[in-house]
């Protein structure tokens, strides 16, 4: 089992920024990849971005990127999400999620964190 806990989220005027953490106890971090997804009231969850376990391959969503930074510590157990020039259209419940392998399909992951909200306002 791996535990996965999301932090660094609220409120912030769009052009804005927040630094996403999510902290991961249980089993060996560094043997997983690690995803960012978030899920908007009324629609589908969504792909942000991923990482690999050694942090040596990042994919992320064409609407991210440009934006928004995926790394990790495997030394402190966390992922990191940068998020820069905040739109409104990123209002959403931000979610990490641990996988074998990086990829963009949530079907993929095996652990999920609770989530932690980020409120963009025009």
């Known amino acids: 089992q791996v535990q996965l806990v999301e932090s660094g989220g609220g409120l912030v005027q769009a052009g804005g920024s927040l630094r996403l953490s999510c902290a991961a106890s249980g089993r060996t971090f560094s043997n997983y990849a690690m995803g960012w997804f978030r899920q908007a009231p009324g629609k589908e969850r969504e792909f942000v971005a991923a990482?690999?376990?050694?942090?040596?391959?990042?994919k992320s969503a064409d609407s991210v990127k440009g934006r928004f930074t995926i790394s990790r510590d495997n030394a402190k157990n966390t992922v990191y999400l940068q998020t820069l020039n905040l739109k409104p259209e990123d209002t959403a419940l931000y979610y990490c999620?641990?996988?074998?392998?990086?990829?963009?399909?949530?079907?993929?992951?095996?652990?999920w964190g609770q989530g932690t909200q980020v409120t963009v306002s025009s």
């Open positions: 990482i690999s376990w050694s942090g040596g391959i990042t």
């Open positions: 999620a641990a996988a074998t392998n990086v990829s963009p399909l949530a079907s993929l992951y095996h652990y």
